[in-house]
């Protein structure tokens, strides 16, 4: 059963409130971690305030999520392979996720390592990813670096805006955050086809 939707409304404030303490940078490090197999609130909501109350940190916060992201997911792929139906799957269950198992599934099928790459930049839930990669055997190596690259994308591109927009970052993110990756994810797409197929057809 899915977790109820108060319980991820006081988890969402509490990590909101998290980013204004004064252990925060260890906290946003923890968050980033625990997200990758499964905490149900994004990086992304912590990270966002604390890149906006030090701009001149931004970077930063995006490295340490960066390698703490994909660390996390090196313990979601090992859940994946070592303990799918007896731990992994009953966990997806309950964080209301197990909807998103065939779609990542069949992505995977199609589109191998680009798949968890744009799963990994878009907002399609990275503790799926983690699991199901390694549920499906698919290679260390190619899901490893996959990951660093679609989750550095991910959070440097929230340390640019942040750069960038200053106070206005937090708007256009909610606004406009989803366009975004899932457009660089198409454009990845577009050139890795380009790449693969050539320009004959």
């Not at 946003?28 to 030090?54: D, H, K, N, R």
């Not at 589109?111 to 968890?116: D, E, Q, T």
Request: glycine content about 6%.
């Amino acid at each position: 059963m899915a977790l109820n939707f108060a319980f991820l409304d006081r988890w969402y404030e509490g990590v909101k409130r998290l980013a204004r303490h004064k252990r925060a940078e260890p906290a946003l490090v923890f968050i980033a971690f625990i997200e990758s197999f499964i905490f149900p609130i994004p990086t992304a909501i912590m990270l966002l305030p604390m890149a906006q109350a030090a701009p001149k940190k931004a970077w930063r916060y995006a490295f340490l999520c960066t390698i703490a992201s994909v660390l996390g997911g090196v313990v979601g792929y090992a859940l994946g392979w070592f303990a799918f139906e007896s731990l992994a799957l009953p966990l997806l269950e309950k964080l209301g996720k197990a909807h998103s198992i065939e779609s990542f599934r069949a992505l995977t099928d199609e589109y191998g390592a680009l798949a968890v790459f744009g799963a990994g930049l878009t907002p399609f839930p990275y503790k799926v990813i983690t699991i199901l990669s390694g549920a499906l055997q698919l290679n260390f190596f190619v899901f490893l670096i996959a990951s660093i690259l679609s989750r550095s994308a991910q959070f440097f591109l929230i340390a640019a805006i942040v750069w960038k927009f200053g106070e206005s970052a937090e708007r256009l993110i909610k606004k406009h955050f989803a366009a975004l990756t899932i457009g660089l994810f198409v454009l990845v797409l577009a050139l890795w086809a380009i790449w693969r197929f050539g320009f004959s057809g």
